[in-house]
């Protein structure tokens, strides 16, 4: 068994928890943040991870700095996070991670990414750790909230095509409108996944048309929702098969 921690989060909650404001004037704030410190806390959680899950192998998944192929075919993709910043210590922290750890990050991907591919690998013996929803569609051993948990293909398939009609407000895509948890679970309800996927999907394009949406917006919130699995992503080009029916 082998650890794929998500290294976005790991290294965001550590650097936003040591964060202490300043004030250096007046009604003038900053922010102190103590590098190692935030260091040690990571190293804990890892240690802590580890133990639980009796490994020693431990590997930290990080998103690209620099592209997201996502913003290439959406530019409204996680646009309602302009003008926030990271912890102040962010990137420091992740480089001492980077320095101290073994760490996987692939052009144009995101964390997400990188640990759907690695993760739906038969043949890998990888257990994902990330609190994130969207792992849960990636057939995969997920470890959550202190439980190891295995997601098949058809629940995997089921809770790709909720997370397109749902949307996902976070990273600003809409989904279709009108249809939340509820109404994306209830219809798909009487789809095998696996065997009846096709006809999933056709009724999946039939609520956004329903909604006054049409099949490309359908095609596009998918490409939004769609964690990367094994074979969608050329290591030696950085290049994603974008998700197609």
Not at 10 to 15: R, S, V
Not at 33 to 40: G, I, M, V
Not at 155 to 167: D, K, P, S, V
Not at 219 to 242: H, K, P, Q
Request: with cysteine; hydrophobic share 40%.
């Amino acid at each position: 068994m082998k650890l794929l921690i998500d290294g976005d989060i790991l290294a965001y909650k550590a650097a936003a928890a040591c964060e202490v404001p300043l004030n250096v004037y007046e009604d003038v704030y900053t922010y102190w943040a103590n590098k190692d410190e935030a260091y040690a806390a990571v190293k804990d959680e890892i240690d802590s991870l580890a133990t639980k899950l009796y490994t020693s192998e431990v590997t930290i998944a990080f998103s690209d700095r620099k592209n997201n192929f996502r913003k290439n075919i959406n530019p409204e993709y996680k646009a309602n996070r302009s003008g926030t910043r990271k912890p102040l210590i962010y990137y420091p922290l992740r480089e001492m991670i980077e320095d101290h750890y073994d760490t996987v990050c692939w052009d144009n991907l995101e964390a997400d990414d990188v640990m759907g591919i690695l993760g739906s690998d038969p043949f890998n013996e990888y257990v994902l750790v990330s609190i994130d929803k969207d792992m849960r569609t990636i057939p995969c051993q997920l470890y959550v909230n202190d439980t190891l948990i295995n997601i098949g293909l058809e629940e995997a398939n089921r809770n790709f095509l909720i997370q397109t009609l749902t949307g996902d407000t976070t990273d600003n895509y809409k989904g279709c409108s009108g249809v939340g948890a509820v109404k994306a679970k209830a219809l798909l309800a009487k789809f095998n996944m696996i065997k009846e996927f096709d006809a999933a999907w056709d009724a999946v394009v039939g609520a956004f048309v329903k909604a006054g949406q049409t099949e490309e917006d359908a095609l596009l919130n998918a490409r939004m929702a769609r964690i990367l699995r094994l074979g969608e992503y050329n290591n030696d080009t950085g290049a994603v098969a974008l998700w197609k029916m």
